[in-house]
């Protein structure tokens, strides 16, 4: 049985999605197969990574042991993250450093998104870390840092 047999059969070979029979059948060696597989999954890497660029993930969280209470305090850190997010629709080199309040309820904060990023994508990140950090990670710290 040659190669074209086994491959029009189903059971013996499990077709990635998008790569036709009709495709498949109309090959006539086995170089041509590979070469053709190894094409498809060359463009599949590539394109799964930019997906990954695309939908950066969280990676890690770190948050202070200590906890404030102070109106002054949440006030001023709030308005860090919110300058921080705006900063990074209006930033295209993804970074910025910024500080708010006056000791003892300062605040400073920053992001740096790595090189091989879209600003949009860093836009993104910030935003979403910025809302994450306070309302899921370190609801209470006075201190923390957010990975993606």
């Known amino acids: 049985m040659d190669c074209r047999q086994h491959l029009n059969k ?3 070979l ?3 999605s998008g790569v036709s029979e009709h495709l498949v059948a109309k090959m006539n060696s086995p ?4 070469s053709t597989i190894l094409l498809y999954l060359l463009t599949l890497s590539v394109i799964t990574r930019a997906q990954s660029l695309n939908n950066p993930n969280y990676l890690h969280h770190i948050c202070d042991d200590t906890t404030t ?3 002054t305090y949440k006030d001023n850190l709030n308005l860090l993250l919110s300058s921080l997010s705006s900063s990074a629709t209006r930033n295209s080199i993804g970074f910025f450093n910024a500080s708010e309040g006056r000791e003892p309820d300062d605040v400073y904060g920053l ?4 090189g091989d990023l ?3 994508v860093c836009q993104n990140c910030v935003a979403n870390a910025t809302k994450d950090i306070v309302q899921r990670r370190c609801p209470t710290a006075n201190g923390g840092s957010h990975m993606v």
């Open 14 to 16: 499990q077709l990635p």
């Open 31 to 34: 170089i041509k197969f590979s």
């Open 10 to 12: 189903r059971e013996y």
């Open 69 to 71: 209470s102070t109106t």
């Open 118 to 120: 879209s600003t949009d």
């Open 111 to 114: 992001f740096f998104c790595r």
